[in-house]
């Protein structure tokens, strides 16, 4: 079964160790829900350095270009700060759905009880 591409967004800390073991748990509740998660935050700063300004910038266009290609935004968390403003205007400008974590589990949840498994 092919997953469709799920973008996670969400406010990230400056903790990095914080923000890996977050990051990894919205993927796994994302995987869990049926789509392929897709996080830069996980690995783009395994190779580029955020304090160059031009590997910085290109970190920006590739996660841009993932989100592109997403078929949903996640918005995880509980605040919205401004990176995430602009992931959820660069989704709604594409046509992109976007939805919190609780709302993807909510439609899974509700795909499944109206799904065709149904007896009686």
Not at 37 to 54: E, K, T
Not at 79 to 102: G, P, Q
Request: aromatic share 8%; hydrophobic share 40%.
């Amino acid at each position: 079964m092919k997953r469709p591409l799920a973008y996670i967004t969400a406010p990230w800390g400056s903790n990095e160790f914080e923000n890996t073991e977050t990051a990894a748990r919205y993927c796994r509740a994302v995987y869990d829900a049926g789509f392929s998660p897709v996080c830069p935050l996980l690995f783009l700063p395994l190779f580029l350095n955020d304090a160059i300004p031009q590997e910085h910038k290109d970190s920006i266009d590739i996660a841009r270009d993932f989100l592109r290609r997403a078929h949903v935004l996640v918005v995880c968390g509980d605040t919205v700060d401004e990176a995430m403003k602009n992931d959820i205007a660069i989704a709604e400008r594409l046509r992109i759905t976007a939805t919190t974590l609780d709302g993807l589990l909510t439609v899974k949840g509700q795909g499944r009880e109206k799904g065709g498994n149904q007896h009686g």
